[in-house]
């Protein structure tokens, strides 16, 4: 059982940058494939980006490639993700996802368990 509590949302001008994080409870969360989703009002929830349990393995969708960075701390047991050139698009509450799965996934149904969601907001 994995517990995932994110944080770090807000309201930002576009331009700007966030970042979110997501702690995680449980011991064997370095076991774990971690993503982040995304969804916005009347949208389907979206991959947005994921990392390998070692942290070695990363991806992103390509509407924030270049602009997010995904990381982990397996010490602290800890998802981050580094949101720069934020633009009002990106617009959503924010999920945190935790799958057990050797590779790095986009589809939202092989992931297990799911936070609460931070909301993020980006104003132009």
């Known amino acids: 059982q994995v517990q995932l509590v994110e944080s770090g949302g807000g309201l930002v001008q576009a331009g700007g940058s966030l970042r979110l994080s997501c702690a995680a409870s449980?011991?064997?969360?370095?076991?774990?494939?971690m993503g982040w989703f995304r969804q916005a009002p009347g949208k389907e929830r979206e991959f947005v980006a994921a990392?390998?349990?070692?942290?070695?393995?990363?991806d992103y969708a390509d509407s924030v490639k270049g602009r997010f960075t995904i990381s982990r701390d397996n010490a602290k047991n800890a998802v981050y993700v580094q949101m720069s050139s934020l633009k009002p698009e990106d617009t959503a509450v924010y999920y945190c996802a935790a799958g057990r799965m050797i590779r790095l996934t986009r589809i939202r149904q092989r992931y297990d368990y799911w936070g609460q969601g931070t909301q993020v907001t980006v104003s132009s």
């Open positions: 990392i390998s349990p070692t942290g070695s393995g990363t």
């Open positions: 449980g011991r064997t969360f370095s076991n774990y494939v």
